[in-house]
Nanobody, 130 residues
């Protein structure tokens, strides 16, 4: 079982930046992934980035960013703090969404598919507007 708490959302002007944080508490054993998703009303949840925290109970240092967000978004982690970050730069109105942190144990077939993830945070709102 794992609990996830996101923070760092807010309002920003186009071209601005935000850094989201997700703290995971509880068991982070075996193979463990933390990911960021986003969702706007009426649309499906979209995968943004993934950080592989552990593989077979050993620390991992693998990250992925969705192709559509590469160059603007980066994901990083602080294993000592069980925290994953999503750095978002050059934000535009299309990035306005609720951003969720999610976690899974095991080996996902599709790492950016929200159906693979069992644990979710409450979300943090990002609004990009002039």
């Amino acid at each position: 079982q794992v609990q996830l708490v996101e923070s760092g959302g807010g309002s920003v002007q186009p071209g601005g930046s935000l850094r989201l944080s997700c703290v995971a508490s509880g068991s982070t054993y075996s193979s463990f992934y933390l990911a960021w998703f986003r969702q706007t009303p009426g649309k499906e949840r979209e995968g943004a980035a993934v950080a592989v925290i552990a593989i077979a109970s050993r620390p991992a240092h693998i990250t992925y960013v969705a192709d559509s967000m590469k160059g603007r978004f980066t994901v990083s982690k602080d294993s000592a703090k069980n925290t994953v970050y999503l750095q978002m730069n050059s934000l535009n109105s299309d990035d306005t969404a609720m951003y969720y942190c999610a976690a899974l144990y095991g080996w996902p077939r599709r790492r950016l598919d929200p159906a693979e993830y069992s644990f979710w945070g409450q979300g943090t709102q990002v609004t990009v507007s002039s």
